[in-house]
């Protein structure tokens, strides 16, 4: 089954730590984006990507760093500088990049705590 | 920054109910997408309406879009227990880089 995989599904940050959050896709799409949500409120974009070897900040993306050195994997790294890291944080990818009519698929999300 | 505005906040209804959720947004788009998140789970695409349609259906759902009032609605038939979730409006903009902005929700209980 294609589908995007994110793990750990729990992980708790210490002060002071980075964590790094796992995206992995086998839909053979070219972007990737990571999502930050929290209680009552939407989604909001942290980096998005659409090739390999490039990315670009979303709306929050102080405090968090990405890579995407393959097609199939977008890590996300929540550094210390964020100082309020706790959310669900949704990885998602769509076909082609820069065409408007795609619907983005999500993986099952990573809840983020602080120790 | 956030454009779609989702009423009501939450919704509780018996089964076999229709549910109504409307989104409202400030800006021109190029179309406007529904999405559902089960509790504790990624978000599905239920629905894509472009700008130049006014209606779509699939099964159960049913999307109006209406420009000049910068609104959409879901209607859900005849709901059942599993529809109880989350549901998302998000809009691509025009012409804009092509992100999704999306919405705080509506929460749907549906009551058995």
């Known amino acids: 089954d294609g589908g995007i995989t994110q793990s750990p599904k729990y992980l708790f940050r210490k002060e002071g730590q980075n964590v790094t959050l796992s995206c992995e896709q086998n839909l053979n799409h070219d972007a990737m984006y990571w999502y930050r949500q929290d209680p009552g409120q939407g989604l909001r974009l942290i980096y998005y990507s659409q090739i390999v070897n490039d990315f670009q900040k979303g709306d929050i993306a102080e405090g968090y760093s990405v890579s995407r050195e393959k097609k199939e994997s977008f890590p996300l790294t929540v550094t210390s500088a964020q100082k309020n890291p706790t959310a669900f944080y949704l990885c998602a990818s769509s076909i082609v990049p820069g065409a408007p009519n795609q619907p983005q698929h999500f993986g099952d999300g990573t809840r983020l705590s602080i120790l | 920054s956030q454009q779609g505005e989702e009423d009501p906040q939450a919704l509780s209804i018996q089964e076999g109910e229709n549910a109504t959720m409307n989104c409202s947004y400030k800006?021109?788009?190029?179309?406007l997408q529904w999405y559902r998140q089960n509790s504790g789970r990624g978000l599905v695409h239920l629905i894509l309406i472009r700008s130049n349609e006014r209606e779509k259906h699939s099964g159960r759902l049913r999307v109006t879009l209406d420009t000049s009032k910068k609104s959409s609605s879901l209607l859900i038939t005849a709901s059942r227990a599993a529809d109880t979730a989350s549901y998302f409006c998000a809009t691509v903009l025009m012409d804009s880089n092509y992100q999704l902005i999306w919405g705080a929700g509506t929460k749907l209980i549906i009551k058995p």
């Open positions: 800006t021109s788009i190029n179309n």
